[in-house]
């Protein structure tokens, strides 16, 4: 596939992002004197904002490439998951696969800002696992969904919604149906994968993941240890971001590791998202494990130029993509 071929590609393409969605709230202010029940300053707001976060990142990533998401998840049937959902609405994003639960609250983080200086940050949220009813209603609506898509994407922040019955019950319905799967994972159920088609970790998880320390800079170690990975998940890829260091790949008996391109870091938030929304976009295409890791490196570069979570421009990623690949 030549780079526009693969870029006209990703709008025929539906992709299931199963985990946990949040709310991203940011409260715009003005301090002008300090509060006299503490000495904190005393933020007079004048505007705020709603915005897609945890799993939502992905999704409008996905959005962006032109392939359409699909967000499976359980929320609070509470303000902010109504909220949330109106997010997702107003950006024509389905909602159909969002569960809401009487029992759990939607989680959100509250950016508290004055003269453009974060003061604080206020989460609400709970970490506890869903019901087993909840796990059972979220696999059925998860499996209906899964038959009209392309790839799954795991996308865990540890937050309770993915947990290991869910997890297998997922990935054997995709692999009975080759569907394949693609994991941004996070410590609590980093063993839980197994099966899996790609599983995506960064350095300090694989780390903490495997209880392992090695020299990053030594590739035979590097090797040894994503061998190990698959090995331990018995996963057909292994993709790893190493940060100002690049990316390694090992899948389909082939590695890879790609240097990071030189760029202006700006802020470094939101990028792993960008890196497993092309990759599972990339995956779903059966594109060679090179250029799976190409394409998702390069995003992954891309967004880190932007202050903020931002999702990546498509033509943008087009033209670099031209270059460095054609």
């Known amino acids: 596939m030549t780079v526009d071929q693969i870029f006209d590609s990703f709008p025929k393409l539906k992709v299931l992002i199963v985990g946990d969605v949040m709310l991203d709230a940011y409260v715009w202010g003005k301090v002008e004197r300090i509060s006299p029940e503490a000495p904190v300053p005393v933020v007079v707001a004048h505007h705020r904002e709603y915005r897609l976060g945890g799993a939502g990142n992905v ?27 109106e997010e997702l609405t107003k950006r024509g994003l389905r909602t159909d696969g969002i569960l809401q639960s009487p029992d759990r609250i ?30 059972a209603q979220l696999i059925d609506k998860a499996k209906e969904l899964m038959n009209n898509c392309d790839v799954v994407l795991f996308q865990d922040y540890d937050k309770g919604v993915l947990c290991p019955h869910v997890i297998k019950e997922l990935t054997d319905y995709a692999n009975l149906h080759d569907i394949p799967t693609v994991v941004d994972p996070k410590k609590r159920n980093f063993l839980a994968y197994q099966n899996v088609t790609l599983f995506k970790p960064n ?13 990053v800079r030594k590739e035979d170690e590097l090797k040894a240890v994503v061998k190990k990975l698959r090995h331990e998940l018995n996963a057909k890829g292994a993709f790893v971001t190493l940060s100002e260091r690049g990316v390694y790949i090992d899948f389909s008996d082939q590695q890879h590791r790609i240097a990071a391109h030189e760029r202006e870091i700006a802020d470094v938030s939101g990028a792993g998202d960008t890196v497993i929304s092309i990759a599972a976009c990339a995956l779903a295409l059966k594109l060679p494990p ?17 202050v903020g979570v931002v999702p990546i421009n498509k033509e943008t990623l087009k033209s670099e993509a031209k270059k460095s690949l054609e």
């Open 106 to 135: 939607t989680t959100i983080k509250e950016r508290i800002i004055a003269s453009s200086q974060q003061v604080v940050r206020v989460d609400t949220e709970t970490d506890k696992v869903i019901t087993l009813e909840e796990q």
């Open 59 to 85: 999704i409008l990533n996905v959005h962006a490439l032109g392939a359409e998401p699909i967000i499976c998840s359980v929320i609070g049937n509470d303000t902010q998951g109504q909220n949330l959902l």
């Open 290 to 306: 090179n250029i799976v890791a190409e394409l998702s490196n390069l995003g992954g570069g891309l967004v880190c130029e932007h």
């Open 203 to 215: 350095l300090k998880e694989l780390k903490e993941g495997l209880k392992v320390d090695f020299d």
